[in-house]
C-alpha cells in the first residue's frame, strides 16, 4: 500500500500517514490480538525511516 501511494504520487504527509496505519495494526494491535482499543499512531518529525522487508 506504501509503495503504491508513493508510486501515484502521494505527498510525505500521506505517506506518514499510511505507515503510521500499518505499525499500528501490525506492530501496537499485532494483526488485533493487543492493543484493540488503539484509535491513532503518528509519526512526527521524522528524519529517515529504514524497512527490511
Excluded at 11 to 21: S, Y
Excluded at 45 to 51: A, K, L, N, S
Aim: hydrophobic letters at 40%.
Amino acid at each position: 500500500r506504501l509503495f503504491d501511494a508513493q508510486e501515484q504520487g502521494a505527498t510525505d504527509r500521506e505517506l506518514q500517514k499510511i505507515a503510521a496505519e500499518a505499525l499500528k495494526e501490525v506492530y501496537f494491535q499485532d494483526g488485533g490480538r493487543r492493543a484493540g482499543s488503539l484509535e491513532e499512531v503518528r509519526f512526527t518529525d521524522v528524519q529517515h525511516i529504514d524497512f527490511d522487508l
